[in-house]
Antibody, heavy 123, light 110 residues
Framework: EVQLVESGGVVVQSGGSLRLSCAAS????????MHWVRQAPGKGLEWVSL????????DYADSVKGRFTISRDNSKNSLYLQMNSLRIEDTALYYC????????????????WGQGALVTVSS | QSVLTQPPSVSAAPGQRVTISCSGS????????VSWYQQLPGTAPKLLIY???KRPSGSPDRFSGSKSGTSATLGITGLQTGDEADYYC???????????FGTGTKVTVL
């Protein structure tokens, strides 16, 4: 059974830093592109970032580019999101999501989602 | 601000059929596969449709997807109270190099 478990969500002050982790199990982690997707309270879904199965391709939403860094450790079946220079508008539930397709490089879809880690940025 | 536009809400009686539209452009829907996600209240989103019209295992055949040009549509037949949720379309935008979600549609069963 595929499981994605996020951790690291806390309350942090504006301008601060935080690292989210996602522990994956139930599938061959290094065969899949992984994503972070966030959802602000009462709002819709916003894609944040992706990292390919081997880390060779990384993309970011413009809203986080230059502030957030995605990474993965395939030996630990883990995905990470380093978040720096946090802003009030980064307050959201952050989901880790597994791509549906092995070795996907363009036609993405999110087949499995974690339950999310809540990040609250206060002033 | 999302580049994919969906109606804010749709509603119908149990057993009826509803459709949800998702309008984009040539840089996203026009040249990439569309997925649809269902988000029940208080839960994580779930994949309903991928590659425009394919259903993952476990996704009921009451849900269907289609695409024409720069628009996509999700259809739900035999509407059930358990279908009350928010629905999002999504696809890759080749020009922006980002994945884009639709604005979301709330389905209400009357």
């Amino acid at each position: 059974e595929v499981q994605l478990v996020e951790s690291g969500g806390v309350v942090v002050q504006s301008g601060g830093s935080l690292r989210l982790s996602c522990a994956a199990s139930g599938f061959t982690f290094d065969d899949y592109t992984m994503h972070w997707v966030r959802q602000a309270p009462g709002k819709g879904l916003e894609w944040v970032s992706l990292i390919s199965w081997d880390g060779g391709r990384i993309d970011y939403a413009d809203s986080v580019k230059g502030r957030f860094t995605i990474s993965r450790d395939n030996s630990k079946n883990s995905l990470y999101l380093q978040m720096n220079s946090l802003r009030i508008e980064d307050t959201a539930l952050y989901y880790c999501a597994k791509d549906s397709r092995m070795y996907s490089s363009s036609w993405y879809s999110f087949g499995y989602w974690g339950q999310g880690a809540l990040v609250t940025v206060s002033s | 601000q999302s580049v994919l536009t969906q109606p804010p809400s749709v509603s119908a009686a149990p057993g009826q059929r509803v459709t949800i539209s998702c309008s984009g452009s040539s840089s996203n829907i026009g040249n990439n596969y569309v997925s649809w996600y269902q988000q029940l209240p208080g839960t994580a989103p779930k994949l309903l449709i991928y590659d425009n019209n394919k259903r993952p295992s476990g996704s009921p055949d009451r849900f269907s997807g289609s695409k024409s040009g720069t628009s996509a549509t999700l259809g739900i037949t035999g509407l059930q109270t358990g279908d009350e949720a928010d629905y999002y379309c999504g696809t890759w935008d080749t020009s922006l190099s980002v994945y884009v979600f639709g604005t979301g549609t709330k389905v209400t069963v009357l």
